[in-house]
């Protein structure tokens, strides 16, 4: 629901909206030079506005124009407030969950594009792996991706180091040819 506008036709509401609608530019005005923004502005204005609907429309008020400007005063201090609460939270929550360098964030996660790149690379490596000949592809997984000794890799194929060697040369020279851009 909007703030009605001077030209918004509004009831009998009292003194109080009376100076609202006549003041309204003002009060406008009054809350985009302390917030800088005309959108906030709005914002807070809608704000006052609504309030005005949880007064007692039956009490004197001797100076409107001048409690609708604390009102407004209220409401801004109230907003600044919120912003305050709100950047003391997020930036709490910051601290536990995020490491700090040189004041700026640092991740332990690698980025969202970085990830889905990377789990794209070990996809293909892991087809070239499997279509490498039997005794390579075995010799390659035993030494380079199990963390065997070419000494234990040798003796878990019975075939001589020499022979894990050139198996794991082989796999190399080969996955690297196919994963080459």
């Not at 003391?88 to 700026?104: H, K, P, V």
Request: glycine residues 4%.
């Amino acid at each position: 629901m909007a703030a009605p506008r001077s030209t918004d036709r509004v009831g009998d509401e009292g003194p109080l909206y009376s100076a609202f609608l006549e003041k309204r530019e003002a009060l406008l005005l009054f809350l985009a030079a302390r917030t800088r923004c005309m959108a906030t502005a709005e914002d807070l204005l809608q704000e006052l506005y609504l309030k005005l609907h949880g007064l007692d429309d039956e009490a004197a008020v001797r100076a409107p124009a001048g409690l609708l400007f604390r009102m407004a005063a209220n409401v801004l201090v109230d907003h600044v407030r919120s912003g305050d609460r709100s950047a003391r939270r997020d930036a709490s929550w910051r601290q536990e969950t995020r490491s700090m360098l040189a004041g700026e964030d640092v991740t332990d996660e690698p980025a969202a594009d970085e990830a889905l790149i990377a789990r794209e690379r070990i996809r293909l490596l892991a087809e070239a792996v499997a279509e490498l000949p039997p005794q390579m592809g075995r010799a390659f997984r035993l030494h380079k991706l199990e963390g065997l000794t070419q000494a234990q890799t040798a003796q878990a194929m019975g075939v001589s180091v020499k022979m894990v060697e050139q198996h794991i040369q082989a796999a190399v020279r080969n996955l690297t040819r196919r994963l080459r851009p």
